[in-house]
């Protein structure tokens, strides 16, 4: 198991890395706002963290923390901005916000380091740092998806209008999502960075937004499960595919089309409709006519005497 681990340790941490990011994009998305401020903010944590480490000589935990921040206060600043647009108005105006973090890190200077990027900002992180972080996020985020403030999520992203009309402040509840965003994409994009030790601009480029998209789009929108699953999916699929050779992005392409057309709900969503009509037939054998009926109690008690 040792060996295992430390030859595909790359991996492992990248599936932590990645899973932030995916989340950055689910809850928004669960809320019913299209957003993809968190790539965004992906690249500001990243870069911020390159900068505070390489040119002010912070540590780990305050470059992170400071990603983290910088990223909740830019996604939280944009959605007040854009709180108008809906839809994939709304979804086009966070590409666009993504894009120009890439150009201005592009024309930043000596203190992005240009078009070569920055290095040597390597951080003091381990896979059990990234565990941690992420088990405190995923914590959290499931909070938001049961119990009333799960309901009201859900009610958010089905029917605003119903939802404004129980009281329900849908404005709020959805710029909170840009905030969380911010945060989980100034996590991912920092801690990339701090294990990388470089951070270009083509690290903050639209493969990233359709990345996070086709992973909650296969593995499911509707729980950190589903982004989670999506990742462990696209994290190793070039390590499962690697037989294949020139033939794995073809292969890639038609999995994913499968996915799209086939699981509509992801492949957490399959798995629960599959439980749930499993559970239905169970109750209809149960309560089919040509089963025998329960015996009364009494009948059962007397029988035994």
């Known amino acids: 198991m040792t060996d295992w681990y430390f030859s595909h340790i790359v991996l492992v941490q990248s599936t932590l890395t990645t899973l932030l990011l995916a989340l950055s994009v689910q809850v928004p998305l669960r809320a019913g706002v299209f957003s993809f401020a968190g790539v965004g ?85 381990d896979t059990g740092h990234l565990l941690a972080v992420v088990a405190v996020v995923v914590v959290a985020l499931t909070f938001t998806e049961i119990g009333p403030l799960g309901r009201r999520v859900e009610a958010v992203r089905e029917d605003p209008e119903l939802a404004s009309a129980m009281g329900i402040d849908v404005a709020r509840y959805r710029r909170a999502t840009f905030a969380v965003s911010g945060v989980l994409g100034g996590l991912s994009g920092s801690m990339t960075v701090l294990l990388r030790s470089t951070v270009t601009p083509d690290d903050i480029n639209f493969h990233l937004v359709v990345l996070a998209l086709t992973i909650i789009i296969v593995g499911g929108s509707r729980s950190w499960i589903g982004a989670f699953v999506g990742t462990v999916i696209f994290v190793w699929m070039p390590e499962v595919l690697a037989f294949v050779g020139e033939w794995e992005d073809v292969v890639y392409g038609v999995l994913v089309a499968a996915a799209a057309v086939y699981l509509p709900g992801g492949v957490t969503g399959a798995a629960m409709d599959g439980y749930r009509r499993y559970r239905r037939k169970r109750r209809e054998a149960q309560s089919s006519p040509d089963a025998p009926p329960p015996q009364p109690a009494a009948a059962a008690a007397g029988g035994d005497r």
């Open 41 to 125: 903010c992906y690249g500001i944590g990243g870069y911020l963290a390159a900068i505070g480490m390489v040119h002010y000589g912070l540590s780990t935990a305050s470059a992170i923390l400071l990603a983290a921040a910088a990223g909740g206060i830019a996604a939280y600043a944009l959605g007040l901005l854009i709180q108008r647009l809906t839809g994939l108005y709304l979804a086009m105006a966070t590409v666009a916000f993504t894009l120009i973090i890439a150009v201005v890190v592009v024309n930043g200077g000596d203190l992005t380091g240009s078009a070569a990027g920055l290095f040597g900002a390597l951080g003091t992180l």
